[in-house]
């Protein structure tokens, strides 16, 4: 089943009609935008960050490693 239209512009649109709210649009940006790297730096961080803090429970839980 294809619900490839199950988010339009326009669907939002008129629901958004509908319920007397808002519609709003965004675009996508370019894509060599600086954004994107800043994006990904900060989601690798953040993966290294969690995966050492799931290191430390997983000791300090007693667990063993493989």
């Known amino acids: 089943m294809d619900n490839s239209d199950e988010n ?4 939002s649109a008129a629901i958004a009609a509908l319920l007397g709210v ?3 649009t965004y ?3 370019r894509d060599a ?7 990904g730096q900060v ?4 993966a ?5 803090l799931d290191e430390l429970i997983w000791r300090l839980a007693g667990g063993t490693e493989s």
């Open 27 to 29: 675009t996508r940006t």
């Open 8 to 11: 339009s512009p326009l669907k």
């Open 33 to 39: 935008h600086p954004i994107y790297q800043m994006v």
């Open 48 to 52: 290294h960050l969690e995966h050492l």
């Open 43 to 46: 989601a690798s961080e953040w």
């Open 22 to 24: 808002p519609s709003r």
